[in-house]
């Protein structure tokens, strides 16, 4: 857990809605302003490539919002991430390619798919834990792409659903209409995870996190708790699988393997554990990273024939950096921004830990 920033200087709160309000300063509120300025003048600015991109960046960091919930904060190990994300894909796709289903239909159905099966698969939480835990959550990947695999074989759909695009006032989703709604799906799911953990159910994670039998002692529900960031969390991550069909407009099997489980687990890692900041900067981090070692790839003599090679050598780097993380710089991303914002913050001082104090 991180503290708070060191501030220029104090700020008094004269009431508890001034103390639980989420900006404190000035300076926060006009540094947001220029920020959601920024990014709502990026789509009239980007390339489509640049526009695809950070679509791609709002669809991974609600999974990583949601991971980070479960996992950062209520100390959930997960790896079915992949699987709730194909959940809630194969069930917008199944609804609208079956009976034509709206969009304000087969999200709440995305979202309700999650639920169950997050309740389900989080059962095993209240006995196992640890290792045990992972496998367990592990199975619900394989479940969940056995059955979607069997619906593409039983039904002709060897290449995958296809799924026609979403309407909104009767005008259908482009570029710059996409960018707006996974923006606005982001920020959702971002105010929704701040407010959860401000609430006891936050409160009770976070003590579950740290020592189950103490959280126990104090009068905490570990079962309720364990199964209500299960549910909490997967809901959201198959809200994103919606998203994410209706965005690509189709949805297979081939494109929900283990590595994204993998790589939705590398987005809190490198973020930050414990940080919605965290999930916000591994989410952008992991989804740039191949696109960047691929454009280093092109700058070296005989790119042509490192072609065929891309992949193998960004599987290589991933873990590579995973590596790097978590033997430098355990705390992530959100460490590195919290020491750059101290060290401005305190400029021209130096600020050091007394002896024997943690770092």
Known sequence: MFRPPPRASGYLHTGYGEDLGLLQTRTERASLALFVVAL??????????AL????????????????????????????GHAGLIAAGAFTTGILAREIAA????????????????????????????????AVSTL???????????EYETKRGFSTGIVIEPPSLAGIKLGGRGWYFVLLLAAIASLLICI?????????????????ETVAEALGISIARYKLLAF?????????????????????SVEAFD????????????????????????GAMFVTVF??????????????????????????????????????????????????????FLLWPFRYKPLAGARK
């Open 139 to 149: 199975a619900l990947h394989f479940v969940v792409i056995y059955l979607g695999g």
């Open 40 to 49: 709502a003048g990026f789509p009239f600015l980007a390339s489509p490539f």
């Open 231 to 251: 549910v909490i969390s997967s809901s959201m991550t198959s809200v994103a699988g919606c998203l994410f069909a209706y965005y690509r407009g189709f949805v």
């Open 102 to 133: 709206p969009f304000w239909i087969t999200l709440p159905a995305s979202a309700l798919s999650g639920i169950v099966l997050g309740f389900i698969f989080g059962l095993p939480s209240l006995r196992l834990r640890g290792l045990y835990l």
């Open 195 to 211: 407010n959860l953990l401000r609430s006891r159910s936050g409160r009770a994670w976070r003590a579950i996190h740290v020592r």
């Open 290 to 343: 191949p696109y960047l070692i691929e454009a280093l790839l092109r700058l070296l003599p005989n790119a042509q024939k490192l072609a065929g090679d891309i992949f193998a050598v960004n599987y290589a780097a991933f873990g590579v950096v995973m590596i790097l993380f978590l033997v430098f710089e355990p705390l992530g991303l959100v460490g590195i921004w919290r020491r750059l914002q101290s060290y």
């Open 258 to 281: 283990l590595f994204v489980s993998i790589q939705y687990v590398a987005m809190i890692i490198i973020g930050g554990m414990g940080s919605l900041l965290g999930a916000l900067l």
């Open 52 to 79: 695809d991109l950070a679509c791609q960046v709002y669809l991974a960091s609600i999974g990583a919002l949601s991971l980070m919930l479960l996992t950062g904060y209520a100390g959930q190990i997960s790896l």
